[in-house]
């Protein structure tokens, strides 16, 4: 009769389960940290944006006075072209993220500041709506104009703005028309790029900029009207750039 064989399995100590519960506890601690540091450090994705909000963390951007405003650059649409014509889809991508995750985060990065002048010409004008980054509030496309010299009377130049005004006096966009002649300025506007976008359709690239002003007080249209720029209350990420639909403005080539 044959000899019954010996278990092979043997049950193991209380103190593997117990290594085991603590490694799992602290693979589990990592990944919360981990994960909280991608959603406080990134709220411009959509998704985290939200969490924030449900969170009562996501702080509307700092309305600035226009003594207390941040510095940066400024560049007229000549050196705007220059600077962000030549970008590549990853570079323009990795720029987009990092000047909307800037303006979330109430501006804690100085550097990436541009502000926008030069001589526009409007071309299109609508109401913003819960679909785009904030409302109230307008939108104004307006096609940048450069004068070669003195003797020469402005041409456009293959550069756009939709330019975002908060406000609660929507009715402050019946003042600008198709046509208008729209001045920008790093003082009083401080209008700052949070977007950028290339259309290639044509031979010339058209950079495409979405512009906010951080600046909060009165604004100035023409010598009789101003409407009160505010800070917006409530933002969506998830908004779609350019606000206005491509073929909404051709630019001369």
């Given at each position: 009769m044959a000899e019954p064989k010996e278990k092979t399995w043997k049950r193991k100590p209380h103190y593997y389960w117990w290594t085991l519960a603590n490694t799992m506890a602290a693979c589990l601690a990592i990944l919360s940290w981990v994960l909280c540091l991608h959603v406080f450090g990134h709220p411009e994705i959509p998704k985290n944006y939200k969490i924030l909000s449900k969170l009562g963390r996501a702080d509307p951007p700092v309305g600035f006075s226009l003594q207390d405003a941040p510095p940066g650059d400024a560049a007229d649409p000549r050196a705007l072209y220059r600077r962000y014509a030549e970008l590549d889809a990853e570079s323009l991508v990795s720029l987009n993220s990092a000047l909307m995750r800037n303006y979330l985060k109430s501006l804690d990065e100085p550097g990436?500041?541009?502000?926008?002048?030069?001589?526009?010409?409007?071309?299109?004008?609508?109401?913003?709506?819960?679909?785009?980054?904030?409302?109230?509030?307008?939108?104004?496309?307006?096609?940048?104009?450069?004068?070669?010299?003195?003797?020469?009377?402005?041409?456009?130049?293959?550069?756009?703005?939709?330019?975002?005004?908060?406000?609660?006096?929507t009715a402050a966009q019946e003042w600008f028309r198709p046509g208008d002649q729209l001045a920008v300025s790093k003082v009083p506007n401080c209008a700052m790029v949070l977007r950028v976008a290339r259309d290639d359709r044509g031979d010339t690239p058209v950079v495409q900029l979405t512009v906010v002003p951080i600046a909060i007080g009165e604004y100035q249209v023409g010598e009789t009207n101003q409407f009160t720029l505010s800070t917006p209350e409530v933002l969506n990420p998830a908004a779609v750039f350019p606000v206005f639909p491509p073929n909404s403005q051709e630019t001369d080539e």
């Amino acid at each position: 009769m044959a000899e019954p064989k010996e278990k092979t399995w043997k049950r193991k100590p209380h103190y593997y389960w117990w290594t085991l519960a603590n490694t799992m506890a602290a693979c589990l601690a990592i990944l919360s940290w981990v994960l909280c540091l991608h959603v406080f450090g990134h709220p411009e994705i959509p998704k985290n944006y939200k969490i924030l909000s449900k969170l009562g963390r996501a702080d509307p951007p700092v309305g600035f006075s226009l003594q207390d405003a941040p510095p940066g650059d400024a560049a007229d649409p000549r050196a705007l072209y220059r600077r962000y014509a030549e970008l590549d889809a990853e570079s323009l991508v990795s720029l987009n993220s990092a000047l909307m995750r800037n303006y979330l985060k109430s501006l804690d990065e100085p550097g990436l500041i541009q502000y926008v002048e030069g001589n526009f010409v409007v071309t299109d004008v609508r109401a913003l709506t819960e679909e785009d980054l904030f409302q109230p509030g307008f939108a104004i496309r307006g096609q940048a104009m450069i004068q070669p010299d003195e003797f020469s009377e402005a041409a456009p130049w293959p550069v756009t703005i939709d330019y975002l005004f908060p406000t609660l006096n929507t009715a402050a966009q019946e003042w600008f028309r198709p046509g208008d002649q729209l001045a920008v300025s790093k003082v009083p506007n401080c209008a700052m790029v949070l977007r950028v976008a290339r259309d290639d359709r044509g031979d010339t690239p058209v950079v495409q900029l979405t512009v906010v002003p951080i600046a909060i007080g009165e604004y100035q249209v023409g010598e009789t009207n101003q409407f009160t720029l505010s800070t917006p209350e409530v933002l969506n990420p998830a908004a779609v750039f350019p606000v206005f639909p491509p073929n909404s403005q051709e630019t001369d080539e």
